[in-house]
């Protein structure tokens, strides 16, 4: 038995038919949720996220003796959930949420932390190479270690873009 060989292409065959051909640089965007929290728009890597739904906080069952910011537990398809204010972790201030309000759920060691919002904005997308260094005055009373960077808007305001291993972190050294 033979093996079928591509000898037949020659240098000058394969160099001819490549020059003819325009190459497209794809330049690889990022998607984030986005949605405002006091005075600052954010960013959520939607890569990071498991899903984001409705939350009834009358099923959120509260945990004694933690930090304020953590709501307490919940019960999400069979598995814990760990739900977390953002607004108090992020600024120290407590949201005032109304009955119904959204929980971003991201892996947690194999549960999983909700992170409690008011409101989504939208997705956005960025390319991985416009994203702009924080400088810490900017997102005062905000925690760098939160903040990974940022993009601008369309009108030059800056979009925050959290860093969820920040706040996972934050939440497991409690």
């Known amino acids: 038995m033979q093996l079928a060989t591509l000898d037949f292409l020659n ?11 325009s190459v ?12 405002v929290l006091g005075e600052y728009q954010l960013l959520f890597p939607l890569a990071k996220l498991q899903e984001i739904f409705n939350l009834n906080l009358n ?5 004694p ?14 598995s814990l959930a760990w739900l977390i204010d953002l607004q108090e972790l992020l600024t120290g201030s407590q949201t005032n949420f109304n009955a119904n309000c959204l ?23 960025f390319g ?5 260094p924080v400088v810490t005055p900017m997102i005062e009373p905000i925690g760098s270690n939160f903040i990974q960077g940022y993009f601008l808007d369309e009108h030059n305001q800056p979009l925050f873009v ?7 972190n934050s939440f497991i050294h409690l």
């Open 11 to 21: 240098t000058e065959l394969t160099t001819d038919f490549l020059s003819d051909r």
């Open 24 to 35: 497209e640089v794809v330049v690889e965007q990022s998607r984030f949720l986005q949605f």
């Open 59 to 63: 099923q959120v069952t509260a945990v």
């Open 65 to 78: 003796g933690l930090d304020s910011y953590v709501m307490g537990i919940y019960n999400w398809r069979g």
């Open 103 to 125: 929980c971003m759920l991201t892996p947690l060691k194999g549960q999983y932390l909700g992170i409690v919002i008011d409101r989504v904005g939208g997705i956005s997308s």
């Open 128 to 132: 991985g190479n416009e994203m702009q």
């Open 162 to 168: 959290l860093d969820s291993q920040g706040i996972i």
